[in-house]
Structures are given as structure tokens and as C-alpha cells.
Nanobody, 127 residues
Framework: QVQLVESGGGLVQGGGSLRLSCAASGFTFSSYAMGWFRQAPGREREFVGTITPGGAVTYYADAVKGRFTISRDNAKNTVYLQMNSLNPEDTAVYYC????????????????????WGQGTQVTVSS
């Protein structure tokens, strides 16, 4: 049974940091690219970033580039999203997702290319 379980969300003041984790099970984690998406109230789900299966390459949305960092530990079947310099516009439910195919950044930006999804974790940034 495939599971992706996010954790680490919460309430943080603007300018602060949070680290999200996503623990995976039920599939060969090291063979999948892992993405992070977010969805704010009343808005469509949007791409945050992706890390390739081996961890050598990362892609980020322009809105988070330079502030967010994705990493993974294939020995622990876990992917991380380090979020720094948070602002209220980052408030959203954050989801991790697994993608079993290779592609370029435009491919990984599309949520419909991902095979598995977590249930999400709420991040709220106060002003």
C-alpha cells in the first residue's frame, strides 16, 4: 500500500522558517522524482518544486526560488522541504507527490504527471 505522509506544518510568523517532511512507503522511493505542491484557499494547486530520484537535480517555482530547498534521504524514504523567509503568500496546504517517469522542468510542473499524493499539511504564515 502506497503512503505519503507529510509532517512539519504549522503556524509561523512572517520571515520565519519551517521544514516539511514527507515519509514514503509502498513503492521504490529511490526510483521516483518527488515533488512539492501547494494549494491556497480559492486557488488552484501550484507547483513548488521537484527533486530527481537520485537527488542531483532540483527545480523550483519562481515564487520560492532562493527561499525554499528540497532534499531527500533515500535511505530513509523521506523528502524534505526547507522553507525560509516565509511570507503570508506562502500560506497553503502543502502536498508531496511521487513521479515515476523522467522529464524536464515543464513536465514536473504538471500535477497530473504524478502517481501518488500525500494528504497535505497546513502551513500558515502570519504577517
Amino acid at each position: 500500500q502506497v503512503q505519503l505522509v507529510e509532517s512539519g506544518g504549522g503556524l509561523v510568523q512572517g520571515g520565519g522558517s519551517l521544514r516539511l517532511s514527507c515519509a514514503a512507503s509502498g513503492f521504490t522511493f529511490s526510483s521516483y522524482a518527488m515533488g512539492w505542491f501547494r494549494q491556497a484557499p480559492g486557488r488552484e494547486r501550484e507547483f513548488v518544486g521537484t527533486i530527481t530520484p537520485g537527488g542531483a537535480v532540483t527545480y523550483y517555482a519562481d515564487a520560492v526560488k532562493g527561499r525554499f530547498t528540497i532534499s531527500r534521504d533515500n535511505a530513509k524514504n523521506t523528502v524534505y522541504l526547507q522553507m525560509n523567509s516565509l511570507n503570508p503568500e506562502d500560506t497553503a496546504v502543502y502536498y508531496c507527490a511521487a513521479n515515476g517517469r523522467y522529464g524536464d522542468v515543464t513536465y514536473y510542473q504538471r500535477s497530473n504527471t504524478y502517481d501518488y499524493w500525500g494528504q497535505g499539511t497546513q502551513v500558515t504564515v502570519s504577517s
